[in-house]
């Protein structure tokens, strides 16, 4: 079955970078997108990011310039570089399948001095 398993979260300080992976199995990654979601407490699910299967990504205008979307397929991972981080980042970050519509479980990231 397909399973969509997110890492990397963690505590920083503001300016501070993370890198979050997404490992998927149970279907052919290299032929889909992939995207990066974000929920803050209180909030709606927001979009982030995301890439096609052929490498052309969008982004939100909030995180634009500071994130960074890439795929390897080889290894079936979805990545999100997140640099220059801003208390307003701190969210639970979900990779999703842009067109099977699998969710992961998603990766804690607090951005706090």
Known sequence: QVQLVESGGGLVQP?????????????TFSRYGMSWYRQAPGKE??????????AYTTYADSVKGRFTISRDNA????????????PED????????????????????????
């Not at 501070?16 to 992976?21: A, D, K, T």
């Not at 290894?75 to 801003?86: A, E």
């Open 15 to 27: 300016g501070g970078s993370l890198r979050l992976s997404c490992a998927a199995s149970g279907f």
């Open 45 to 54: 699910r927001e979009f982030v990011a995301s890439i096609t299967n052929g």
């Open 75 to 86: 290894k079936n991972t979805v990545y999100l570089q997140m640099n220059s981080l801003k």
């Open 90 to 113: 701190t969210a639970v970050y979900f990779c999703r399948t842009v067109t099977l519509g699998y969710w992961g479980q998603g990766t804690q990231v607090t951005v706090s001095s």
